[in-house]
């Protein structure tokens, strides 16, 4: 019982739950209702197999970055560890390859290769970028939450890609998928940059004494809260732009619920941003981020009513 628990904190459980929520509610309440009646045979057991490599793919990368991770996080978390405290580091190499072979396998399953050879590729791309963020991006300055901000937003996208072929993606009659594809996805990549810099000065301490080089190491605290700040009211920005739109549409229930969600709690962390100096202070804003990009994701169920 205690192996499985560790197993299960050591592939982020809550996270993949949250990767799911967001590619099942893209599925059903945006994809589904947008092309009712033009849903190809065999959509479901491709968005399936898909699902199940995303997850797959992205508990490897947790794994792999826990392994590489061990003495940072002997300073910044020690008491949340598990790979070799709980299991072998071996174990966690090995369940790392079984896990991103297992992923691939099943996005070439998903797939025609023929047609989507890109996607398969895609993925093996992904595999390799967790790999290099755990050995090397994340400890140099911006590059790993470039990274991390990417992949957060390939989740969506490569749904959509797999319903629409490359050469069709901006045609008239994908106009509105692509759309709100490309929303979600560059919600998903902003708010990822800012969380990553947030924790980024969180950790601070561990990374300092192992030599990374990151944001707050490089730029200074300072600094890096100006970055953030300025991520933050631009998506403020964009999403307040955005409610503008939706209202010529009279989605009042939608607009306020972006508003009370999503604007208000970015507009708090911008707030409580300014006088954050401690490593608690910082941990509890990555927290209001990550139920921001809850909320965010949440909104999907609204165009299951509205498309």
Known sequence: MRLTAA?????????LIFMALTQVLFQFCIYQPLYKGNIPEGDLRSFILLLFASLFIAAAGYIINDYFDINIDEVNKPGKMVVDKVINRRWALAWHLMLSTTGLLLTFLALPFAEKWYL?????????????????????????????????????LIIFFSKVNLTDAFDAAHLRFFRLAVMYAGFAFVISLIREAIKDMEDIAGDVKYGCRTMPIVWGINATKVYVAVWLIVLIAALLVLQVYVLQFKWWLSVLYCLATIVAPLVLILVRLKKANTAGAFHHLSNLTKLVMLTGILSMLFFYFYL
């Open 120 to 156: 398969v590729l895609a993925n093996i791309v992904c595999v390799w970028l967790l790999w290099f963020y755990s050995v090397s991006f994340k400890k140099n300055l911006l590059i790993g939450n470039i990274v991390i901000a990417a992949l957060t937003s390939w989740t969506i």
């Open 7 to 15: 197993f299960l904190k050591m592939i982020r459980l809550p996270n």
